[in-house]
């Protein structure tokens, strides 16, 4: 069997031969016939002379120094790790287990998952008990001090007048007066007196 026919024998079971195929066949074993097994390959720095570039060579250099440098390192972190196992041996492993922290929900935000069309979640604020003190523009005195006005000198004296002289006739006593009547006018008087010394302090005030 020739060369060529080991390398094209898959070729040739799966397409038929020719004379076409045939005689590409004889042409490429007789090309096949000028290379060595040596020469078959790869061959790219098969032709270069010379020395090498000194740039080339240090990059080779420091690649390798790197190599060793990695290599070492690997060893002393082994080491290591194998001192840690056995001084470890007389020490106690505990395992923890820590969990993650869930979340709190409140009445409120539970109630807001189910529904919003019948409930209507809000935050729920302190209600303001202390009411603010407005204070005027130009005396800066509270507003509240002036919704009530008091009686001045003039209409205090009249009322005072007044009430004396409802006082006096209150007290009249005439020469036919009964004991009955006489008692009435006096608790008369002395209801009358009571409620316009109560109107004169509020008034006052």
């Known amino acids: ?9 898959v070729s040739s079971s799966v397409m038929r031969r020719n004379e076409g195929l045939t005689l ?8 096949y016939e000028q290379y060595e097994d040596t020469e078959i390959g790869a061959l790219d720095h098969e032709d270069i002379d010379g ?26 972190k082994n080491c290591n790790s194998d001192v840690d196992v056995e001084s470890g041996d ?8 820590i969990q993650a ?28 008990t202390k009411k603010k003190i407005q204070l005027t523009s130009k005396l800066q005195i509270p507003k509240d001090s002036f919704e009530k006005p008091g009686m001045t000198r003039k209409q ?12 006096c006739a209150s007290t009249y006593r005439p020469k036919d007066e ?10 008369a008087v002395k209801q009358e007196r009571k409620v316009l010394s109560i109107d004169n302090n509020c008034r006052l005030t």
Not at 2 to 9: L, T
Not at 51 to 76: A, G, P, R, W
């Open 1 to 9: 069997m020739k060369k060529f026919e080991k390398v094209s024998i």
């Open 24 to 31: 590409l066949d004889d042409r490429f074993e007789k090309l």
């Open 51 to 76: 020395c090498k570039d000194s740039k080339v060579l240090d990059s080779i250099l420091e690649e390798f120094e790197k190599e060793q440098e990695e290599k070492k390192f690997t060893e002393i």
């Open 90 to 97: 007389d020490c106690d492993i505990v395992e923890m287990i």
């Open 101 to 128: 922290p869930k979340e709190k929900w409140d009445c409120e935000s539970i109630l807001s998952t189910y529904s919003n069309l019948y409930n209507h979640p809000k935050i729920i604020t302190e209600p303001h």
């Open 156 to 167: 205090l004296e009249k009322e005072i007048h007044e009430n004396l002289k409802a006082d």
């Open 178 to 187: 009964s004991l009955e009547e006489k008692r009435s006018r006096k608790q």
